[in-house]
C-alpha cells in the first residue's frame, strides 16, 4: 500500500492485475470544480482504492474518498463544514456503449486513449455529486429559529392579494 500523494492517472487494466491497493490524497489545490460548488475546500482528499479482476472477469476500481468542505446555509446564509464521503464503485470501459453490459453494480468509467483514468476526475465528479441539493445547518445549529420558518398555510397579508395570473384564466376560456 503506498500513502502518499496519489497519480492523478491510473491504467485500471494493469494494476488490477497486480492487485493494486492505493492509500493516500490528492492535494486540496487540485479541486478547481468543487471549489467552485462549494465556499471553501477545507482539506486535502483522502482516498483508498483496490483494484481487481472479478470473478466475472471485469477490471473493477473500489474504494472511498473523503474531504472536509465549507457550504453556505441556505436557511441562514452562514457558512458550515460538512465531510463528504464517497463509496466508488467503477469498472472501466474504452466507450460509453459497452456501460449496458456492465452488472448495475459497477458504474462505467471511460478510458482515455491511453488506456488510463483521471483519479482526479472521477473523485471529483463522485464529491460534486454527493453535494445535498439544499445545504443546510441541523435545525439546532441554524440561527434561524423554527418559529420564523413559514410551513403550510400562506399569512394572511399574503392570501388576500389579488392572483398576477387571474387575467390569464379569462383568456384560456375564450
Given amino acids: 500500500m503506498q500513502k502518499a500523494k496519489l497519480p492523478l492517472t491510473i491504467d485500471p487494466y494493469k494494476d488490477a492485475q497486480r492487485r493494486m491497493d492505493y492509500e493516500g490524497f490528492i492535494p486540496v489545490s487540485l479541486f478547481s470544480r468543487l471549489s467552485e460548488?462549494?465556499?471553501?475546500v477545507l482539506s486535502d482528499a483522502q482516498v483508498t482504492l483496490s483494484?481487481?479482476?472479478?470473478p466475472q472477469r471485469l477490471t473493477v476500481i473500489k474504494g472511498r474518498a473523503m474531504i472536509d468542505v465549507?457550504?453556505?446555509c441556505q436557511r441562514c446564509s452562514n457558512t458550515f463544514k460538512q465531510t463528504l464521503e464517497?463509496?466508488?464503485s467503477f469498472s472501466p470501459v474504452s466507450n460509453m456503449d459497452q456501460?449496458?453490459?456492465l452488472p448495475e453494480i459497477y458504474e462505467p468509467i471511460e478510458v482515455n486513449e491511453f488506456g488510463e483514468v483521471s483519479l482526479l476526475d472521477m473523485i471529483e465528479d463522485e464529491f460534486i455529486l454527493s453535494l445535498?441539493?439544499?445545504?443546510?445547518h441541523n435545525s439546532e445549529h441554524c440561527e434561524v429559529s423554527v418559529a420564523e420558518q413559514?410551513?403550510?398555510e400562506l399569512p394572511e397579508e399574503l392570501a388576500s392579494k389579488p392572483n398576477p395570473f387571474a387575467v390569464l384564466a379569462n383568456?384560456?376560456?375564450n
Fill in 51 to 54: 483494484l481487481y479482476v472479478d
Fill in 99 to 101: 456501460a449496458d453490459s
Fill in 70 to 72: 465549507e457550504l453556505d
Fill in 86 to 88: 464517497c463509496e466508488l
Fill in 37 to 40: 460548488s462549494v465556499s471553501n
Fill in 171 to 173: 383568456l384560456k376560456k
Fill in 150 to 152: 413559514v410551513f403550510g
Fill in 132 to 136: 445535498p441539493l439544499v445545504p443546510m
